[in-house]
């Protein structure tokens, strides 16, 4: 499949519309480009036209006025204003003042007959004013003409020039008005423009945000439909989705599961993450790490696998295995690794460890006299009182039909442990009530201490046997401590 192929739909509309945008953009940019150059000319059309308007005024009033100005026009600020205005007009570069005392640039003008105009009225003026002129006046002036002469023709000259410039000035306002018009029509065009992309951008990102929404739906069922649990997760871990298998698995709806960390819920315990539903129901949960491919980049996902049931039933067989199942007590294949454990921890922590070997006395004749199913009872409630007499982190285990061994870490000295071991005996001292019956039954209890009486399980249970055994001969109920030597004491 063609990587064209395998995008995602909404990806189109997306590069549309930013090719949409940026050709409106260069559009717009373009129009308002035009505006505000046809804007600018007309500005500068309409101070050319007033200038150029002054300008006629001003050779009317010089052509009816006395001609000795034009004699000498650099003396003459009127003149020197005309022949200013008509040299700006031409080739740009002169700024005048205006009639209302403004000082303005005066830039050339442009249009075939305003320049035409120009020039003749240009022509004109230079004739008029040329110095040549004036220095063959001045020179052969007696000789020529009188002054009188000559003032008259250079008013009919400007008499001339004064209606020129008004034909200048109209020709001026034909362009002026023609830039208005086109500044008008391409900001007309420009606002068109700005709407038109409104619309059609704006409608475009209606159409996505309606194809994502859709597709937002669809991926929501479609993750509402999957049996695993899926939680999408934001860049700090928290929850940003969850569908509808992880809600029901981890038992809470989607609002609480949101802005929550999955470490908040679950706890890994033994490589599984186990925790409590709301409800009170234990949980155990496989998670599988992913990473899907999401609109706007890579989406961390969760994927969740209830594995409670298996988890439950291994807890269940591993207590089977490692408990017995008539008292509930641990029994040999749990006591062998914890004795092992503590025998370590006992020699890391230089701490001295009690054992325990007890042997019920006369249990056989209760079995045959009450039978088994009273034996059994008997069993139970025995252990029960074991188990109360216990200190914490004490562990005692069934390890024959009515055999027990204990195990005690942090027994500070032999004393103590000889206290541990009386507690024990002590339960024997009130008959039990079973179905109806008082039985009364003692035991016989050997005691061993590590590392004293040996280093290693097998020596320690055999030294507390051994004692155990001595107990039971000299009477019952009994309780013995092994000797340094091996030989037992009576406690
Ligand atoms: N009710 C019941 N009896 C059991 C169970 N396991 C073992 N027994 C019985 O416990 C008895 C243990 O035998 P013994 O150790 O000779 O019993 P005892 O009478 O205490 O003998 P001493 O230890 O010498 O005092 C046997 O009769 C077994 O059948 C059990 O789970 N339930």
Redesign the pocket.
């Known amino acids: 499949m063609s990587s064209r192929r395998t995008r995602p739909q909404s990806y189109r509309p997306t590069l549309l519309l930013w090719a949409l945008t940026v050709v409106f953009c260069i559009a717009e940019a373009g129009i308002l480009f035009l505006a505000y150059r046809h804007t600018l000319e007309y500005r500068q059309l309409s101070t050319q036209l007033g200038l150029v308007q002054q300008g006629s005024a001003l050779a009317y009033q010089l052509s009816a006025g006395p001609a000795t100005p034009v004699l000498n026009p650099s003396n003459d600020p009127r003149q020197r204003w005309l022949t200013g205005l008509l040299s700006g007009l031409l080739a740009g570069g002169t700024s005048l003042h205006s009639l209302e005392n403004i000082r303005v640039a005066v830039g050339p003008v442009e249009g075939q007959e305003a320049r035409r105009i120009l020039a003749e009225l240009n022509s004109r003026w230079s004739a008029l004013t040329s110095q040549t002129l004036l220095s063959t006046l001045s020179q052969d002036a007696a000789a020529d003409l009188d002054a009188e002469h000559h003032a008259s023709r250079l008013a009919a000259e400007l008499a001339a020039i004064g209606p020129g410039m008004g034909h200048l000035a109209m020709q001026l306002a034909r362009q002026r008005d023609e830039a208005m018009r086109q500044a008008d029509l391409f900001a007309v065009l420009a606002v068109a423009t700005g709407l038109l992309a409104c619309l059609v951008v704006g409608t475009l990102l209606l159409l996505q945000r309606r194809r994502s929404e859709r597709s937002g739906r669809l991926m929501r069922s479609m993750m509402n439909q999957i049996g695993a649990g899926v939680c999408i997760l934001g860049s700090t871990d928290k929850i940003a989705d969850a569908n509808r298998a992880a809600c029901r698995m981890l038992g809470r709806p989607r609002k609480a599961l949101r802005g929550r960390r999955l470490d908040e819920i679950l706890s890994l315990n033994d490589g599984v993450w186990t925790g409590e539903r709301p409800d009170g129901l234990p949980l155990a949960i496989e998670r599988i790490p992913g990473v899907i491919e999401g609109y706007k980049g890579p989406l961390r996902i969760m994927t969740l696998l209830d594995v409670t049931a298996r988890h439950l039933t291994n807890e269940c067989l591993q207590h089977l295995a490692n408990h017995d199942p ?1 008292t509930g007590l641990p029994n040999r294949g749990f006591l062998a690794p914890h004795f092992e454990r503590e025998l370590q921890r006992c020699e890391e922590n230089k701490s001295v460890l009690g054992v325990a070997v007890l ?7 209760i ?2 006299t009450y039978g ?5 009872e ?2 139970v409630q025995i252990s029960q009182r074991l188990g109360a007499a216990l200190r914490n982190g004490d562990v005692i285990a069934r390890i ?4 027990f061994a204990g195990v005690f870490p942090d027994i500070n000295n032999r004393d103590t442990l000889n206290f541990l071991g009386e507690r024990l005996l002590g339960i024997f001292a009130h008959p039990f009530h079973i179905q109806g019956q008082l039985i009364t039954i003692g035991g ?1 209890i050997g005691l061993a201490l590590a590392p004293d009486d040996g280093l290693d399980q097998d020596s320690l249970l055999k030294a507390a046997d051994a004692a155990m055994y001595r107990a ?1 001969h000299d009477g019952r109920p009994a309780l013995r401590l092994a000797s340094r030597t091996g030989d037992s004491v009576a406690a």
């Open positions: 008539l042997d019920l006395d006369g249990f056989k004749p079995n045959d088994h199913a009273i034996g059994d008997l069993l024959g039909g009515d055999e016989s039971k």
